[in-house]
């Protein structure tokens, strides 16, 4: 009840904004005396790579608009969690937020099949898969998003390699029979975790650190960094690595927020969408190993394929659940995306 309260709050209070904003683009734009003034909602934490780009995403944007356009960041799911956040992004109660794919399948089923495990060669082939303005699967299904729901994919960064954490130890597949493991709530996320051989625990971010700490759910699995910011090695012994899905973020805008924006005004934001892509999915790059190492400081113990983590066992088992389910209905698109050069 109090979520739904909150929620209606900000849906006044962004239609409000959605209002100011239209009404200063009919008088020739938002100045920097009259700004248009955004929010930005996500569910991580602040010092969180991904906490940090929507800071420089909208530091960049107030810098290249001479403070025209100001963008308010509310981080650790201060404006909702995953599925309310898409949500919010569709009816314009906020502006702008970033949301893994396979949080946005409220919205459009199909996106969930950019977070399928094992799909990626590499990093790179992973970013060009997730480029709106060049991949074919994204570029067609961005326009199904739009129409079906009034939401736009403006860039997608890499934000790591998620990997499985427990509090106890798993070598195979065998290892989790009946363990349960939090999954985000979308279909291609519980089948990743049941395909690891879990029990696939459907739980918003926002509560993880209780159901973790309360035994809801004995594991949980994420990119290093979030692990690490989150610290969630208070609450977790063993890290796991699976490197199960190489993964992008995407940063959607509610689309009359991105129609009522000026011609410049859009190109400065493709401009400032592309600078802070390159710069979030460097800084994951440069940070993984430090904070692996970081984790084996505060008392983690990991589990690679050199302490004999049978990772092509996980590979295998995975793939077959998720042929399964989505080979069928996404074989295509798989195929498009394999073919990315």
């Not at 950019?114 to 060049?134: G, M, Q, S």
């Not at 690679?304 to 996404?330: C, H, I, Y």
């Amino acid at each position: 009840m109090k979520k739904c309260i909150a929620l209606l709050v900000v849906f006044s209070l962004g239609l409000s904004l959605f209002a100011n904003g239209a009404q200063d683009s009919s008088k020739g734009g938002p100045t920097p005396d009259k700004p248009l003034v955004l929010r930005y909602g996500h569910m991580n934490a602040p010092g969180s790579v991904n906490g940090l780009q929507a800071e420089y995403f909208a530091k960049r944007i107030k810098e290249e608009t001479k403070g025209a356009i100001q963008i308010q960041v509310f981080p650790s799911s201060q404006l909702g969690g995953i599925a309310e956040l898409a949500e919010a992004i569709s009816t314009g109660a906020v502006a702008m937020s970033h949301n893994t794919f396979g949080g946005l399948q409220s919205l459009l089923d199909e996106l969930g099949l950019f977070d399928t495990p094992y799909l990626y060669r590499n990093v790179d082939h992973l970013l060009k898969a997730t480029d709106p303005e060049t991949s074919p699967v994204l570029k067609e299904l961005n326009q199904k998003l739009i129409a079906a729901r009034k939401t736009r994919i403006l860039y997608a960064f890499y934000f790591g390699t998620r990997e499985l954490t427990s509090n106890k130890p798993a070598y195979k597949p065998e290892d989790l029979k009946g363990i349960k493991i939090r999954a985000i709530p979308s279909p291609i996320y519980q089948a990743a975790v049941e395909g690891m051989g879990a029990v696939a625990v459907p739980i918003d971010w926002s509560e993880i650190s209780v159901a973790l700490s309360t035994g809801v759910v004995s594991g949980q699995e994420n990119p290093v960094d979030t692990i690490f910011s989150n610290n969630l090695n208070e609450v977790q012994k063993y890290i796991m690595m699976t490197d199960h899905i190489i993964a992008a973020e995407p940063v959607v805008i509610n689309e009359g927020v991105w129609q009522a924006l000026s011609a410049e005004n859009k190109a400065i934001f493709l401009k400032v969408a592309k600078e802070t892509r390159d710069w979030a999915s460097n800084k994951v790059r440069d940070s993984d190993a430090k904070e692996l190492q970081g984790l084996k400081d505060r008392g983690m113990t990991v589990i690679d394929e050199k302490a004999g983590l049978q990772k092509e066992a996980f590979r295998l088992s995975v793939q077959k659940v998720v042929n399964d389910r989505f080979g069928t209905k996404w074989g295509s698109y798989y195929k498009q995306i394999a073919d990315i050069k």
